[in-house]
Each structure stands twice: as C-alpha cells, then as structure tokens.
C-alpha cells in the first residue's frame, strides 16, 4: 500500500488517499476500496502532515495539524475518530518507524517544543503515544531553504508532505554488519507456530503466515515451532537478528527443504535449540549458517531426544566471524 495525505481541489476537502498495491506484482489491487483507492476525511479543515504505516501493516498512523495523531485501521478500513491522548503537540509533524534499544518498534514525532515522543506499538491492538521522550537542550537553529523546508515556528520546521510505502533497506550502503542488522526490516519481533496440521511455508503473500512475497523472511528475535506442530520451510532463507534464535519445542518438527537458516547481514545470531523429543529435519541441499558462538544444541530428557537429521547435500557452516 501506498498513503498520503491531500487536498481535493474541487472541494478544498483534505483527505488521507491510501493505494491498494498487489505486494507480488507492485500493480494496483482494483478489487480493493473504489478501484483500488480508498480515501478518508479525518478532519476536514486541517492539514495532514506525517503518515506512517505499523510494522504489521495493520493501521495506518496520520499527523493532523493542531490535532494531533489519528490511526486508520486497515484490516476493517474504518477511521479512529479520536487522536492518539497525548500526541496534540506532534500532529504537526512527520513519522517514522525505527527500533528502540531492545528491538521493538516504535514510530517517532517531534513537536513544535523540539520534544521527541512516540508511538508505542508494543501491544499493537492498543497503540499508545509517549510524548517528551527527548527534549531537545535548545531550539534547533537551522537556516530553511524555502525549497525543502517551511518555517513555522522558531526552532520548528516542517518537511515536505510526506508518503509512505518505501522499503528503505537499500538505501544504506557500504555498511557493517553490525549496522545492516540495526537498519534492516524484519517481518517480525518473534513469531509462535499455531497450526495443528503439517504446513508449507514457501514464497508468496498466501504461502507462508508473514504474507512474505520474496523468499526471505526476517525474524529479529525468536522463531518457535509449538509443540504437535509441523512446519516445512520450502525454496526459502530465514535470517534472524542479532541474538536471535529458533526453538523447536518437545514433540515439534521443523523440516528444511531446500532452504537456510543464518543471520540477518551474516552478523550473529543464537542458532537452534531442539528440544527433547523435537525433530529438525534438513533435506534438499539445505543450509544452517552459524556465526561467531551460534550453535545447534540438542537436548534430551527422561522423556526423550531431540533429533538433528542431516540428510547428504545439506550443509553446516561455522564461520569464524564478527
């Protein structure tokens, strides 16, 4: 998807315009919203500054001027009517998604007063604004160009109206590994199997439960195959944060075809622990990519083993790095 904000020039009305994009082919989806469109009033007598989509794609956050932080909920495409408590002073501003210390998402605004606040997403059904999270020392003395900025208030400038969509992943060159796992985008914190019949995960919006269409998925801290489940990875990479790791529980089989396991930028990560009675599984030329003290532990107990069955063509690499 795709989102800004507008002004109607037949009307003056300002609207919040959101594009339906099919996330395999990057075309227009028609068969959502009015031909692919769907367009919201969230105050009509305002201006939108900031828009920013959550991590899950499941609301759409939008900085109104003098109001506040208003949210569209995508899955039911119905308005918030209400801005976020808290967040009058920062509609004014852009948003932006990025990771605090412990990997979680937050999306950032400033206010007028050079105060940074935030939205907190960590339970994303009720989504919080955190304001004064950093107070600037004094007002930012900048010199605008009038081609970039607009000059609102002393030690407040404004961005040009912002849209949001843009992966920013490869914008960032030359980096260390360190750095690429910082900026990288992840499908997720941590993830928890919940099927009770065998399931094939493999490249494709409707193939795998991260509506993933490359062959790629991120996980920055765990991926847990639930006990009586049974997953098969297919024709695809799962890279895992720094400290990330994969836990395959008592009784759970995680079989790998054709696809690898490593860190995300070929930094670090934890590796595998198989439970007792657990089963990982790799066949097809598969491929576990270990880093720096990355291991692949098996335990067992009164009850059993775990299994690690390691079919010929596929690999175990131990990189002595980072």
Request: hydrophobic share 40%; aromatic share 10%; net charge negative.
């Amino acid at each position: 998807m795709l989102a800004w904000g507008n002004i109607k020039a037949s009307s003056s009305s300002k609207d919040v315009t959101i594009v339906h994009l099919n996330p395999a082919t990057g075309t227009v989806n028609t068969a959502l919203g009015i031909n692919g469109i769907s367009q919201f009033t969230l105050d009509a007598s305002k201006q939108y500054t900031g828009v920013e989509f959550s991590p899950d794609n499941t609301k759409l956050f939008v900085g109104v001027m003098g109001v506040g932080i208003k949210w569209i909920d995508l899955i039911t495409l119905i308005p918030d009517t209400l801005p976020l408590a808290n967040s009058g002073p920062y509609g004014n501003s852009q948003l932006e998604t990025a990771y605090d210390a412990s990997g979680n998402y937050r999306i950032y605004a400033a206010s007028s007063k050079t105060d940074l606040g935030y939205i907190n997403l960590t339970n994303p059904n009720s989504p919080a604004f955190v304001p004064t999270f950093i107070i600037s020392p004094s007002p930012f003395i900048v010199t605008p160009s009038s081609a970039y900025f607009t000059f609102v208030n002393p030690g407040f400038l404004l961005l040009p109206d912002q849209i949001d969509g843009e992966n920013y992943d490869n914008q960032f060159i030359n980096l260390t590994p360190e750095c690429c796992a910082l900026v990288s985008r992840y499908n997720a914190n941590t993830f928890t199997t919940a099927n009770a019949v065998p399931v094939i995960w493999t490249p494709g919006v409707l193939n795998n439960p991260f509506a993933e269409p490359s062959n790629t998925i991120k996980i920055h801290d765990e991926l847990k195959i639930k006990s009586g489940t049974t997953v098969t990875i297919q024709n695809m990479i799962f890279e895992f944060g720094k400290n990330g790791n994969l836990i395959i529980e008592p009784g759970a089989k995680l079989i790998l075809d054709n696809s690898t396991l490593k860190a995300v930028c070929d930094y670090l990560w934890d590796g595998a622990e198989v439970q007792p009675t657990a089963i990982l599984q790799m066949d097809n030329s598969s491929t576990i990519d270990l880093n720096g003290n990355g291991k692949i532990f098996v335990d067992r107990s009164a009850s059993g083993a775990g299994k690690l069955i390691y079919n010929q063509g596929s690999t175990i690499k131990l990189n002595d790095n980072n």
